[in-house]
């Protein structure tokens, strides 16, 4: 099974160039919310909290914890906390009366388009070419460059 770091570093291989860091930095998250916005959108509650309903997405999102957990520890603490903040902002806009599909689809497609403008300029194709589980080290990719200005190892 591959490290953590091994993971990180062959993800790194096709982001070298500044531009498409910048566009990973923001459409990585963008995408991550809106895959689980759009999950959060399955009609389908199984308990209130009051606070967060759980359903399709907060099932999903453990299950995603888990994955990262598998990776590292203390990455998947903060891909939890980024998750929570998801699903909080999913609820607001679903109490918002927007249309939480609509606004998760719009944000999809968008940072999408943006991610493969970003690896036209890198030249290079995007890693989930090569694996798929590249899609989930993507979000743990950005989030190491954030533990690592914090000062908090992998």
Not at 92 to 98: L, N, R
Request: glycine share 6%.
């Amino acid at each position: 099974m591959r490290t953590i770091q091994n993971w990180l570093d062959e993800y790194a291989v096709s982001h070298q160039n500044p531009t498409n860091k910048k566009v990973h930095f923001v459409c990585v998250p963008l995408i991550f919310f809106s895959v689980v916005g759009l999950f959060y959108s399955i009609p389908v509650s199984l308990y209130d909290l009051g606070f967060i309903q759980v359903n399709v997405a907060t099932i999903i999102l453990l299950l995603v914890t888990i994955y990262y957990a598998r990776l590292s520890v203390s990455l998947s603490i903060g891909m939890f906390l980024f998750s929570a903040l998801c699903l909080i902002i999913c609820e607001q806009i679903v109490k918002s009366g927007a249309s939480l599909p609509l606004v998760a689809v719009g944000i999809f497609v968008a940072a999408w388009i943006a991610q493969f403008w970003g690896h036209g300029v890198e030249g290079k194709k995007p890693s989930f070419a090569k694996d798929i589980q590249f899609l989930m080290i993507g979000p743990a990719w950005i989030m190491s460059f954030i533990y690592k200005k914090a000062g908090i190892s992998l």
